[in-house]
Nanobody, 125 residues
Framework: QVELVESGGGMAQAGDSLRLSCAAS????????TAWFRQTPGREREFVGV??????TTFYEDSFKGRFTISSDTRAAYLQMDNLKPGDTAVYYC????????????????????WGQGTQVTVSS
């Protein structure tokens, strides 16, 4: 069983940067991937991006390319958010799967069996 603990959320102003962390309870192993999603009230969870622990390959939703960057080390994944906008206000979740292969539908929340508790990010103008 993998537990994910998120940290780094909070208040920011437009143009600021924040870095979210997603720490795993056990060392990461092969075919493992960590994704970031975000959700606002009344809307479905939105895919931000994912990183494969096999080789560090990342995939991003187009709307986040250039502002959001996902990275990882042996114990955690990170979401660096730059040039924040009020529209980035949401609860951010990290999620993980140990079945990440070519063809895995990485944008689908159902792909991920492990989820963090979520961390609130609020961006003011």
């Amino acid at each position: 069983q993998v537990e994910l603990v998120e940290s780094g959320g909070g208040m920011a102003q437009a143009g600021d940067s924040l870095r979210l962390s997603c720490a795993a309870s056990i060392p990461i192993f092969s075919n493992f991937a960590t994704a970031w999603f975000r959700q606002t009230p009344g809307r479905e969870r939105e895919f931000v991006g994912v990183i494969s622990w096999n080789d560090g390959t990342t995939f991003y939703e187009d709307s986040f390319k250039g502002r959001f960057t996902i990275s990882s080390d042996t114990r955690a994944a990170y979401l660096q958010m730059d040039n924040l906008k009020p529209g980035d206000t949401a609860v951010y979740y990290c999620a993980a799967t140990n079945h990440f292969y070519p063809g895995t539908p990485f944008r689908a929340p159902t792909t991920y069996g492990y989820w963090g508790q979520g961390t609130q990010v609020t961006v003011s103008s």
